[in-house]
């Protein structure tokens, strides 16, 4: 078997319930990788339908987190595999889905299992940068924090806001063992609204989450950006799980009004509660949580080593545990210890992109070299266009390619609120499609720093 397959595989079943898995996954046959596509054979049309419209974000995701990119998936259907999955399930077990599709239950999904067993609040590392989401999010998994509801957690991608929200749900159902948990990607709710919608399955649908449900966490909420119909619905599932009383937890890449095509009355009810950020961590953070990570992997990593790495990746928690996990694949395969050495000379290549190794300081330097400006000019407070545009467009790259959050460019920006560098990087958005001159400098200081 294909080996990103079989590892992503491996997370699917860690992350859904064994009978589910066995029904939807279990069967599905490897056939092809070639560039970002996987070719997944699958005995009849009707399982890619089901998984599509149940189980794609998870599947997408973990493949992603495997291969380290996105991947699209192209099913292929294959009749030989439905014969051999009709043969595995004769004489006694109950035989396998077949097309007529109001026949097939839909599966509970209150199981505990859709929580991932991996994340949880005592293998997560709190420092300065995500005390606060930790903190909130410890109140909201005690369920009697009415001024914490709902939560909103936001930051850049990898930087925890998924492990925190799966924490919260572990938490929650360790003091209150029948309490119905729902954890779910914003993504996978719209899948099943949509699904449900077509099959006359909506009473269903609201029951679950309106009626079913003691607490709800929802990932990665701005996928319901410009989705209208599922905002509305996703509207209606807050209003009656908050005048329950029971907690919603919503994360998100970015702050409430910052989600551009969400309808104003969400947005406003995103900010009833607390809104919490979660930062790119700290030096110290990110030797903490490398150390948390290694002795969970067995990894021997010492002291220098872990400084190390710990200043080389710099943004991303992902990418933090995803290198030290391949420099020590690495030194399996050849044998050698994980010394300073070793990791200095494996670490260029192991490196995702040269993304991790740019700073803010490094780009800030190369919009000053290529606009013939001072470091000093570039983070005062002049508004003459020979300044400001630099600057707005080092912000913006910043913000784009390190995920740096606007509070933080704020400040090493000589001080600036983050509102100035919100629209900062809007405007240079909107310009580097129309304006040759902006689009020049970008590409011009992204190729200086090898992006
Ligand atoms: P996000 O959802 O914000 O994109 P994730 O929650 O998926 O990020 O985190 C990415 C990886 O980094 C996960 O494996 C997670 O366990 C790990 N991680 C992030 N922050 C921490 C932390 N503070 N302590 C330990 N592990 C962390
Ligand atoms: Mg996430």
């Known amino acids: ?168 749900g572990h938490r929650f159902l360790s003091s209150k063992q029948n309490a119905r948990v729902l954890y779910l990607s914003a993504e996978c709710f719209t899948n099943e609204f949509i699904w449900s919608l077509q099959n006359g399955e909506m009473d269903a649908f609201r029951n679950r989450y309106r009626n079913e449900c003691d607490l709800l966490l929802m990932d990665d909420i701005q996928f319901l950006a410009g989705r209208e119909q599922t905002q509305e619905e996703f509207f209606h599932t807050f209003n009656a799980l908050y005048h329950l009383d029971k907690q919603i937890v919503v994360t998100s890449d970015v702050p409430p009004k910052q989600i551009s095509g969400m309808q104003e009355r969400l947005i406003s009810r995103f900010q009833w509660g607390l809104v919490a950020d979660i930062q790119a961590p700290e030096l110290d953070t990110r030797i903490a949580i490398l150390r948390t990570k290694a002795q969970q992997e067995n990894i021997i990593l010492n002291d220098d080593v872990a400084l190390f790495i710990g200043q080389s990746v710099k943004s991303n928690v992902r990418e933090l545990e995803g290198t030290l996990l391949r420099l020590a694949v690495k030194a399996d395969l050849l044998h050698r210890s994980i010394d300073l050495d070793f990791a200095k000379e494996s670490l260029r290549s192991l490196l995702p992109s040269a993304e991790q190794a740019t700073t803010v300081e490094d780009i800030q330097k190369a919009a000053c070299e290529y606009f013939g400006i001072k470091l000093s000019e570039l983070k005062s407070h002049r508004r003459h266009r020979a300044i400001a545009l630099p600057r707005m467009i080092a912000m913006y790259l910043c913000r784009q390619r390190l995920g740096t959050s606007f509070p933080e460019l704020g400040e090493r920006f000589g001080g600036k609120d983050h509102t100035t560098v919100m629209s900062a990087v809007r405007k240079i958005t909107k310009n580097v499609d129309t304006d040759a001159m902006v689009r020049d400098a970008v590409e011009n200081i992204e190729r200086k720093l090898g992006l």
Not at 141 to 166: C, D, E, Q
Request: proline residues 8%.
């Open 1 to 168: 078997m294909n080996r990103l397959w079989e590892s992503a595989l491996n997370d699917i079943k860690a992350r859904i319930s064994e009978e589910n898995f066995e029904t939807w996954f279990a069967p599905i046959e490897f056939r092809d990788q070639r560039d970002d596509l996987l070719v997944l054979a699958i005995p009849n049309k009707f399982y890619a339908d089901w998984i599509d419209s149940h189980y794609l974000a998870t599947l997408l995701e973990s493949i992603k987190q495997n291969a380290n990119k996105a991947l699209s998936i192209e099913w292929i259907v294959d009749d030989r595999l439905q014969e051999a999955s009709l043969k595995q399930h004769e004489p006694s077990a109950p035989p396998p889905p077949a097309p007529p599709r109001r026949a097939t239950p839909t599966p509970n999904i209150r199981q505990r299992s859709s929580l991932n067993p991996k994340y949880s609040f005592d293998n997560f590392v709190v420092g300065p940068s995500n005390q606060l989401g930790y903190a909130a999010s410890m109140s909201a998994a005690s369920g009697n924090g009415k001024r914490g509801n709902p939560l909103f957690i936001y930051g850049g991608v990898g930087l925890g806001k998924t492990h925190l929200v799966n924490a919260v």
